[in-house]
Structures are given as structure tokens and as C-alpha cells.
């Protein structure tokens, strides 16, 4: 299994630019969510899903949206990318609400 | 709301030093509790998870305990090796729907 898979591994945006983030997993799990990581921060939610269809803001929302079309996919979309969105973002599945989460290996995002 | 805090926040050891990492949280109402390890520039993985309802994992050399009510998890890692060397994160699975996390342990074993 490839288990979680994030794309791209890096990029540069310019300011005002729109990305999507990809996130696959193949281990047909119901949650699914988003992590930014900054220094002296931690980890952050931003999104989740907790199935296909139904989706939900974590605690820094802004700036991004979230779809959940099917089980396997979870994109995240920056709608139009400023410097505060220069960071390291995570996406994660897990198979039901109380069992172990698993990690991409995360895009690297910088925004000038 | 919940917080999660770690301490300390860097912790150096010479190698075959048995170690404990801390791991508190305010409000006890959890699903699970789950410990990562995280290498410079790469991702999260997995190390153990502990239910609520449990008060110990072991996976090798590695033992975490839970002690829901004071809100408190260690991590204990025997006879530590230059390999372990890497930040180890806890989070809190609360309302089952996201993860908390703490901004983790930066740990280096010297040989």
C-alpha cells in the first residue's frame, strides 16, 4: 500500500496565486485532515472530513478550502496565497474516529 | 480548549541513557493518545497509540503510559541510540474528528 500520498513535495507560489494541494490515501479510511506546521507552532487543523461529502473547519480555516468528492481524495485548495500561508502542510487518514492516524510526507509550501 | 504541552523541549543524552518524554493535557474527555516521531524535513510517523480506556503501549524499547485523569503521558525510551535522534510529538484525539498537538521533544542521542 502507498498509504498516504501528498503532492507536490515543494513549491513556490507568488502572491495572489491559486493552488490545490493533492492528498491520496488506499487504505479506504473515513477521516481524512489537513495540518499546517509552523516553527514554535506545532501543528495546526485546518479542515477535515469525516467522510465523503461532509467536511469541516479546524482551527485556521481561512484562506482554505476542502472538498471530499470520494473516499480516497481530500484536495486543499488556496484560494488566493499570501506570505502567512508559507509553511509545511500535512495531510493525514485515519480509518474511524478513535484509531490511529496516519501522515503524508508533507508539501512544503512558500509564498513571496 | 483543549492544550497539549511538552517538556522539555530539547533534551540531549549520551547513547544507552534510558529517557522519559512528558506529555500533558488540560481536559481528559479523549478518545486515544497517540506519540510520533518526526525526522528533520520529513513527515509524522506513527510510534503508539494509547485508547483511553488503556494505561500503557509497548512497541521495542518503547513504552508509553497514559494517565487520563491528571491528564499526563510519558514516553520511555530504553537504552537510546544515535538513531532515535529526531522530535517526538504527543497529540490528543478529542471529539474523535482531529488531532492536538503538542510542538514536541527535539531529542539527540550522541554516541
Known sequence: ??????????????????????????????????????PGMGLRLIHYSVGAGITDQGEVPNGYNVSRSTTEDFPLRLLSAAPSQTSVYFCASSPRRDTEAFFGQGTRLTVV | KQEVTQIPAALSVPEGENLVLNCSFTDSAIYNLQWF???????????????????????????????????????????????????????????????????????????
Open chain 2, 37 to 111: 516521531r518526526q525526522d528533520p524535513g520529513k513527515g509524522l510517523t506513527s510510534l503508539l497509540l494509547i485508547q483511553s480506556s488503556q494505561r500503557e503501549q509497548t512497541s521495542g524499547r518503547l513504552n508509553a503510559s497514559l494517565d487520563k485523569s491528571s491528564g499526563r503521558s510519558t514516553l520511555y525510551i530504553a537504552a537510546s541510540q544515535p538513531g532515535d535522534s529526531a522530535t517526538y510529538l504527543c497529540a490528543v484525539n478529542q471529539a474523535g474528528t482531529a488531532l492536538i498537538f503538542g510542538k514536541g521533544t527535539t531529542l539527540s542521542v550522541s554516541s
Open chain 1, 1 to 38: 500500500n502507498a498509504g498516504v500520498t501528498q503532492t507536490p513535495k515543494f513549491q513556490v507560489l507568488k502572491t495572489g496565486q491559486s493552488m490545490t494541494l493533492q492528498c491520496a490515501q488506499d487504505m479506504n479510511h473515513e477521516y481524512m485532515s489537513w495540518y499546517r506546521q509552523d
